[in-house]
């Protein structure tokens, strides 16, 4: 079935692009959406009209597009994550966490305008896509650095001069077993239920 596109659609083809399509794809999917209209309809005389008009109004977006761009070209993102020795995170950092910080940076940037292969696991700075729309990217660099904690503060007994040694022999030696503790085969086993 042909159909006009309305509006770009990714792997499909641009506005005012007529393209075809399946038929149940354009009937249950497209055409409900209102993101395209039967080409072969009366109406794809009228959609050609507001087609220049569209295309009027989307020379303009991206002009806008493409001076967000340019404000985002070569923004630093930085993050701080915890890591193992050898530079690896635990957990990723995402598209999604990329767009929270840009949006605290005064930057509104959808996550699936973030163009990330597969989340970052480790250190270091990582060149980031960011697509606005087809035709308009722009690079930001993403920054992840290790996340330093402060060291835990003094236990009270080292504060002292109590050693680990004397702080274990307040309890029973290694091996044993508290007296109110049962033995392994003590403990009963609650009775099945009978159907």
């Keep these: 079935m042909k159909v006009i596109l309305c509006e770009d659609m990714d792997h499909l083809g641009e506005m005012g692009q007529t393209v075809k399509v399946a038929p149940g794809y354009a009937r249950n999917f497209l055409l409900p959406r209102r993101l395209a209209v039967a080409a072969d309809s009366a109406t ?45 995170l635990f957990g990723s950092v995402t598209n999604l966490h990329i767009a929270q910080k840009l949006e605290e940076m005064g930057h509104a940037v959808s996550r699936k305008k973030i163009l990330l292969t597969d989340p970052i696991k480790t250190l270091g700075d990582h060149p980031v896509i960011v697509r606005l729309k087809s035709g308009i990217e722009t690079k930001i660099n993403v920054v992840v650095e290790a996340d330093v904690e402060a060291a835990p503060a003094p236990v009270e007994a080292e504060a002292t001069g109590d050693t680990l040694a004397s702080a274990e022999g307040e309890f029973a030696s290694p091996g044993t077993v508290a007296a109110s503790a049962p033995a392994p085969g003590e403990l009963e086993r609650p009775a099945k239920p009978s159907a």
């Design 44 to 88: 794809a005389h009228q959609i050609e009209h507001e087609m220049r008009i569209i295309k009027k109004r989307e020379e303009k977006r991206r002009k806008e597009l493409a001076e967000v761009a340019k404000g985002l070209s070569g923004i630093r993102v930085e993050f701080k994550a915890k890591a193992g020795e050898s530079g690896k």
